[in-house]
């Protein structure tokens, strides 16, 4: 053979060996990534049922040093949480020390400060587990046990970045009027024989109180977080007007993702595929409400997308609103491990999933079989969704390897 024909022959090996050791360290490197998904599918299922139980096994600290320890960039709470259901305890049971006006907003609200010194947001019971709520898919008062629910979805699509979220009964005479406010305790009134308030908001109204059960009322409390970690407000890319006969630029600009991925901090970092994940979170619960969202302060774009104010969402369960998922079917993109594990919850698997993780909770049941239904039924469109993506530009090109530094220019 000549001394051309090695040299070229060699060079041909040398090629074929390159791609083949690229190929292999490609796959094993998914394979693991790919396992390491599916231990911490199994370990959220080991986990989710949480006992509200006041012992702290595993710290001195009071449970709110320690809920305010676990907040970092990228998570509210940890994946090993043992103290979890002491710090929801403490969130049901301890005593209320001062009751005011919410914070500003447009839904009515209360902002506790329960012993030791915790702030938490009380949100009322409005409607019954089986009411339906009509007309547009933000439309309706917030729902108390929405939010419950939403904060036990965040832990099992893997998020971890819902605040802490339980339900609580209060007694409005005995709990909350010696400790409200004047501004609060003057939207005190008692219809018939229950004790109700309307508080200060956007659309509070004194013809449109939250009524008690005689003087006990049910709702939610989501924990404060932490001061030291301030907020920074973002209006959502994908937001929606609010006024009829007026479109976003995404409801008709087939491209608009190509000019979301040109501005920051979208066109690097993880907000563009946060923004998807909250996507996928929002069309599951049924919230078109999320027109603004929140990060940490002088982040960057490093820091998570938190998932706040959830509570315009399980209004309908036979509504499933489409647009919600705009982010993912313009862009076309989705976080493998995100991918991995909603194939994980196929087959009823969500729909068990939450069940169990909820049914610990004081306001128990939290949702209406109908809205568990449709939990199964939206991820269902969810990964057909991501089939025709991936159908179109290929699995390498939608389903992005989150572990790697981010840029989608």
């Not at 937001?239 to 630029?249: C, H, V």
């Not at 982010?327 to 991995?340: A, E, K």
Request: glycine share 6%; charged share 25%; with cysteine.
């Amino acid at each position: 053979m000549k001394l051309k024909q090695r040299v070229v022959l060699l060079a041909i090996l040398l090629v074929i060996f390159i791609f083949t050791k690229v190929f292999l360290i490609d796959n094993l490197d998914t394979s693991a990534a790919n396992r390491e998904d599916q231990r911490a599918f199994q370990r959220m299922l080991a986990g989710l049922r949480v006992v509200l139980d006041p012992r702290l096994e595993h710290t001195l600290q009071s449970p709110w040093e320690i809920a305010a320890q676990w907040v970092v960039p990228r998570e509210v709470y940890p994946e090993d949480t043992p103290e979890l259901g002491a710090v929801m305890h403490a969130m049901t049971t301890k005593k209320i020390i001062k009751a005011d006006v919410g914070y500003k907003g447009t839904q009515l609200k209360a902002l506790l400060i329960l012993e030791g010194g915790q702030k938490v947001v009380f949100k009322p019971k409005r409607y019954a587990r089986d009411y339906i709520v009509e007309g547009e898919p933000y439309a309706g008062y917030d729902r108390h046990n929405a939010e419950v629910a939403a904060f036990h979805l965040d832990r099992i699509l893997g998020f971890r970045r819902a605040p802490l979220v339980v339900g609580r009964f209060v007694n409005l005479r005995t709990e909350i009027k010696p400790v409200a406010t004047e501004q609060l305790l003057g939207t005190f009134m008692t219809v018939g024989n229950s004790t109700c308030f309307y508080g200060k908001c956007y659309y509070c109204r004194e013809t449109e109180p939250a009524c008690a059960d005689g003087d006990v009322m049910e709702g939610s409390v989501t924990l404060w977080l932490p001061d030291v970690w301030p907020l920074q407000k973002h209006r959502h890319p994908w937001g929606r007007t609010y006024r009829e006969g007026k479109l976003a630029r995404w409801e008709y600009d087939e491209s608009y993702c190509d000019a979301v991925k040109k501005t920051s901090p979208y066109d690097s970092g993880p907000r563009l595929l946060d923004i998807i994940d909250t996507a996928i979170f929002d069309y599951l619960i049924g919230n078109a409400d999320r027109h603004h969202y929140e990060s940490f302060q002088d982040d960057e774009g490093a820091s998570m997308l938190i998932l706040l104010d959830n509570a315009k969402s399980f209004g309908n369960p036979a509504l499933d609103e489409r647009s919600i998922l705009a982010p993912l079917y313009q862009c076309c993109i989705i976080r493998v491990s995100t991918w991995n594990r909603l194939n994980y919850l196929k087959n009823g698997v969500l729909k068990s999933a939450l069940k169990t993780a909820m049914s610990h909770d004081p306001i128990s049941p939290v949702l209406s079989d109908p809205h568990l239904d449709a939990l199964d039924q939206r991820l269902l469109s969810i990964l057909a969704t991501v089939k025709q993506c991936t159908d179109q530009f290929g699995p390498d090109v939608v389903l992005v390897e989150d572990r790697m530094t981010l840029s989608h220019l």
